[in-house]
């Protein structure tokens, strides 16, 4: 995903859990690795655009008078910039779009776009390479994926190209909460829809004891 590994982990209680002995976990779109084998955070050092873009943003989200409600998450390797929180998250989005891609480019860094985000990450990592390797990796027969924003897009792509190659794939798109954006070009493509997280939990929930 796009958290940092370390996060998902944490978050999702992974670390010495029964049963899950073999989880890997790839986060910051595939650029860092968590292996339960050993419990560590694989990773390359960020590039030093991460660093200059974090001493930078504060000060040109105040320059350009980001409205109330903008905030910013750091990832560690990423930074991301919200407007949900806005009055007008589009308007509020549009007003940052152009000068945080201005600043990204400086840096040698991308800008992810996704509903009212955007975020700023070293470039060479999607999720849909990093889908593809550990696919390969591991010799499946088979994957599912679950995506909820534009950065699930790549990841999208792979799983058709691994479709054609024999692998049996299974799009999953978790809709966000009725007047939240939508994402059409998942939408579009999934092969199942389920509401949110709690609906892709469930149905995970469901699939491990049908298996």
């Given at each position: 995903g796009a958290r940092e590994a370390a996060d998902a982990v944490r978050f999702g209680g992974f670390a010495g859990a029964a049963g899950l002995e073999g989880?890997?976990?790839?986060?910051?779109?595939?650029?860092?690795?968590?292996?339960?084998?050993?419990?560590?955070?694989?990773?390359?050092?960020?590039?030093?655009?991460?660093a200059a873009v974090r001493a930078e943003l504060p000060r040109l989200l105040e320059r350009l008078g980001a409205p109330e409600g903008t905030w910013t998450e750091d990832k560690g390797r990423a930074l991301a910039v919200h407007t949900r929180r806005a009055a007008s998250p589009d308007e509020a989005l549009e007003l940052l779009r152009a000068p945080l891609y201005a600043l990204a480019k400086e840096h040698g860094l991308m800008v992810e776009p996704?509903?009212?985000?955007?975020?700023?990450?070293?470039?060479?990592?999607?999720?849909?390479?990093?889908?593809t390797g550990y696919v390969q990796e591991k010799s499946a027969t088979a994957v599912v994926y679950g995506g909820d924003d534009r950065g699930d897009l790549p990841a999208y792509d792979a799983v058709a190209?691994?479709?054609?190659?024999?692998?049996?794939?299974?799009?999953?798109?978790?809709a966000p909460e009725a007047g939240t954006e939508t994402v059409p070009a998942l939408a579009e493509r999934a092969d199942l829809?389920?509401?949110?997280?709690?609906?892709?939990?469930?149905?995970?929930?469901?699939?491990a004891d049908s298996l």
């Open positions: 989880l890997t976990v790839l986060g910051a779109y595939g650029a860092e690795r968590w292996d339960a084998g050993d419990g560590t955070v694989r990773a390359p050092e960020p590039p030093p655009g991460v996704g509903r009212m985000v955007l975020e700023l990450r070293p470039p060479g990592a999607d999720k849909g390479a990093a889908l190209a691994l479709r054609a190659q024999g692998t049996a794939g299974l799009l999953v798109y978790s829809t389920l509401s949110g997280p709690a609906g892709l939990t469930g149905w995970l929930h469901r699939l």
